[in-house]
């Protein structure tokens, strides 16, 4: 009975936490989020038409964050937005330095991937589980590794 009700007490205030995001970033139609997403200044995320994000996905827009649309987001993913100034010591390492991540269309990030500040990556390119975004990554490749390198081309869709 109890155990019940607190799942429904859970889940009700996991979809407010959804809708809660959903309403302060710039979110396309048909977007599909997981629970545990946790966004820092929403409102410089733009999310483009039939995205969806994976459970506990971070997204952290110190800088803007923009992700095309169809684009897949697996569990766990983390995309940062802003670099501490190296120069600094100690608990307060501000100066931030921000920098914008581009996630193009028709991407798959891999679970537990890790984006840096100021990367672009292709559209159409595939994200490997794990792997760490440093560098710019090309369309239509799949990336792995860390740093992720493009290894082979991505295959055209079986109607192509
Ligand atoms: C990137 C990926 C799509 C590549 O798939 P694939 O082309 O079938 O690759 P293969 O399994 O044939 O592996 C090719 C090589 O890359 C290695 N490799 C594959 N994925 C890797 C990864 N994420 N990180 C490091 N190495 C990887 C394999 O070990 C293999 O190495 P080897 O040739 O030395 O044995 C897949 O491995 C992956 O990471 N998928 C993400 C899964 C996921 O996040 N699922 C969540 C569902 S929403």
């Not at 820092?40 to 964050?65: C, N, Y």
Request: hydrophobic share 40%.
């Amino acid at each position: 009975m109890f155990d019940l009700m607190g799942h429904r007490i859970f889940s009700w205030l996991e979809k407010r936490e959804l809708s809660y995001w959903r309403s302060r970033m710039r979110v396309g139609k048909g977007v599909d989020l997981k629970k545990g997403l946790r966004v820092t200044k929403p409102e410089r995320v733009t999310i483009g038409d039939h995205v969806s994000i994976g459970p506990d996905v971070i997204l952290q827009a110190h800088a803007p964050i923009m992700i095309g649309a169809y684009t897949l987001i697996s569990a766990g993913v983390a995309v940062v937005t802003a670099n501490h100034g190296l120069d600094r010591r100690g608990l307060d390492m501000r100066p931030e330095v921000p920098a914008p991540v581009r996630i193009g269309r028709d991407c798959w990030i891999g679970a537990g991937a890790l984006v840096l500040p100021g990367v672009t990556i292709g559209d159409g390119t595939v994200v490997g589980a794990g792997s760490v975004v440093s560098r710019d990554l090309p369309p239509g490749m799949i990336c792995i590794g860390v740093p992720a390198k493009p290894v082979k081309p991505r295959p055209a869709p079986p109607d192509a």
